[in-house]
């Protein structure tokens, strides 16, 4: 089962910064937080991951709290093109059997 | 195209013919995941391999489904007796067996069958 919990929905307006939440409060010390996301009818795309500290990459930054309970996604400026499913996931596993296991993702919808 | 590759994107196949996808995975990884996904869910784990070897299965993979790597390169995934239930987007990832590293996903074969 996935061990996070994520809104439904979200909308954004384009330009604005799209902040998505994550809940994953039984995360183990070792277990990363990833974020991918699905366009219609594509495969998922990477985006970011951490295990503690915060990181930030050409796409995206991932805020992780300090007892590592939830994170959250930052799209700092959104546009009609970051319309997706977010999913937020914690990898699972020991090194050798690590696995992803997927949620129901956020619904982000970024409005004109 | 260094990405993953997934062959073919779309098959239409009849109830209770076998079909076969082929993922080519990033040359280098030797991680190689399937997964299933149907509409409105998330991807579902199905099984990964290490190398040639695969590790798990998951309890969605039924005795109808088999999985194979055989030189730890490209991989086969394959569905005896297709049912309608096995509609759905098929997604095979690859990764390295690091601990700080990222899985990729490729494009999926859309399954239906009918």
């Known amino acids: 089962d996935a061990k996070t919990t994520q809104p439904t929905s979200m909308d954004c307006a384009e330009g604005r910064a799209a902040n998505l939440p994550c809940n994953h409060s039984t995360i183990s010390g070792n277990e990363y937080v990833y974020w991918y996301r699905q366009i219609h009818s594509q495969g998922p795309q990477y985006i970011i991951h951490?295990?503690?500290n915060n990181e930030t990459n050409e796409m995206a930054s991932l805020i992780i709290t300090e007892d590592r309970k939830s994170s959250t996604l930052i799209l700092p400026h959104a546009t009609l093109r970051d319309t997706a499913v977010y999913y937020c996931?914690?990898?699972?596993?020991?090194?050798?059997?690590?696995?992803?296991?997927f949620g129901t993702g956020t619904r982000l919808k970024v409005l004109a | 195209d260094t990405g993953v590759s997934q062959d073919p994107r779309h098959k239409i196949t009849k109830r209770g013919q076998n079909v076969t996808f082929r993922c080519d995975p990033i040359?280098?990884?030797?991680?190689l995941y399937w997964y299933r996904q149907t509409l409105g869910q998330g991807p579902e784990f199905l099984t990964y391999?290490?190398?040639?070897?695969?590790?798990?299965k998951s309890r969605l993979l039924s005795d109808r489904f088999s999985a194979e790597r055989p030189k730890g390169s490209f991989s086969t995934l394959e569905i005896q007796r297709t049912e309608q239930g096995d509609s759905a987007m098929y997604l095979c990832a690859s990764s390295l067996n690091h601990m700080n590293t990222e899985a990729f996903f490729g494009q999926g074969t859309r399954l239906t069958v009918v």
């Open positions: 040359s280098e990884h030797n991680r």
């Open positions: 391999f290490q190398n040639e070897a695969q590790l798990e």
């Open positions: 996931i914690v990898r699972v596993g020991v090194l050798g059997t690590y696995k992803y296991i």
């Open positions: 951490g295990l503690k």
